[in-house]
């Protein structure tokens, strides 16, 4: 049984904002917002600190990755948590703004496609299925089950998925659909992945996307849906999610990385190196606690060596398809890269 309960992290959350509310604009606070799917970890990370700074003052909640991106470029938050790597645009904003950010991969996560667990019938979904399922051009059109296949029930079928900030949904409808707007909007949504998931065991004729880590914690009421990502060179059909398949990628095309973008224009004074260190060298293990994937230890060490030579900017800049791009190559090529600047500098 993990040590950090679903309810801990609400209540850990909430009394961390709480202790920090009365303090002034001048307060050594370090604040965190951003994806609800990396929150968990975040939230268990902070836990561990404090255990060992009681005077750490940090304030913690969640508002979807976009919105966490929005509040970093804004100056109102040090650390976003995020389930997608930074767009095109909010790179833009961030640039007009004058903001720098770090960009840390830290964990690998799985979206899951799931039904609730009293379904009888939808076992496996190819990605052709998917996109049919949730494409803007479906709204108020595809209704019924059977409307996906004949031979299902003629029954509503009953949607559930995150709110509009939400790295996930985003990452969702560019990887399925194409496009990060493309997808329908006739669905429940929400900011809090929980809910989500809730909504989901409450009905037996629904489908619902999030993180696999809320799945961890609400397997024994909801069923995975198996992926056919259609691609002939991979030649294994239908995939589960699972953390042997979110790590080494065969389960396509819903396998991605988690971020932490830190504000690097923050003053000295807060902290804030001191907890980034202690956050990356406490994830490898907390990580599993929270049902999220650790990277593997080589990748993390090159994050570190990341954090370390203060490396500003995305890794996945100029990148056509940045959700098919491999994270591994990318830290690889960026210490290469790094090198080079820093013996030309010399």
């Keep these: 049984m993990p040590r950090f309960s679903l309810i801990s992290f609400f209540i850990l959350g909430f009394l961390i904002v709480q202790s920090v509310s009365c303090l002034g604009p001048s307060s050594s606070v370090i604040r965190i917002e951003g994806s609800s799917t990396l929150y968990p970890l975040s939230v268990a990370v902070t836990e561990e600190y404090i255990r060992s700074h009681g005077d750490a003052r940090i304030a913690i909640g969640f508002s979807g990755t976009g919105g966490g991106i929005r509040k970093i470029i804004q100056g109102e938050i040090e650390i976003t948590d995020a389930s997608r790597p930074i767009t095109p645009e909010e790179k833009r904003l961030a640039s007009q703004s004058g903001v720098q950010f770090t960009e840390l991969p830290v964990a690998y996560d799985g979206i899951v496609v799931a039904v609730n667990a009293a379904n009888t019938w939808c076992e496996a979904l190819s990605v052709s299925e998917l996109k ?68 989901l065991r409450n009905n037996p004729l629904g489908m619902g996307f999030f993180g696999y880590s809320y799945y961890q914690k609400n397997r024994d009421s909801l069923k995975l849906v198996a992926i056919d990502d259609e ?76 954090l370390r030579r203060g490396i500003t900017g995305s890794m996945f800049s100029n990148r056509a398809d940045r959700y098919r791009s491999s994270v591994a190559a990318l830290l690889k090529q960026d210490v290469q890269e790094s090198g080079k600047r820093n013996d030309s500098a010399d």
């Design 132 to 199: 049919r399922i949730w494409d803007l051009e479906s709204q108020n059109r595809l209704n019924l089950w059977s409307q996906i296949r004949p031979e299902w029930p003629e029954e509503r079928i009953y949607l559930f998925g995150p709110g509009a900030n939400s790295g996930t949904v985003h990452y969702f409808s560019r990887a399925v659909i194409g496009d990060a707007q493309g997808i329908r909007g006739d669905f429940s949504s929400s900011e809090d992945d929980n809910l989500t998931a809730l909504s």
């Design 231 to 306: 691609n002939p060179s991979n030649g294994a059909g239908p995939v589960k999610p699972g953390v042997q398949t979110i790590m080494d990628g065969t389960y396509q095309p819903l396998s991605r990385p988690l971020f932490l973008y830190v504000w690097a224009n923050s003053p000295e004074g807060r902290g804030l190196d001191e907890f980034l260190e202690f956050y990356l060298d406490n994830v490898p293990w907390l990580a599993n606690e929270v049902g999220l994937v650790p990277l593997p230890p080589d990748l993390h060490v090159l994050v570190v060596d990341r």
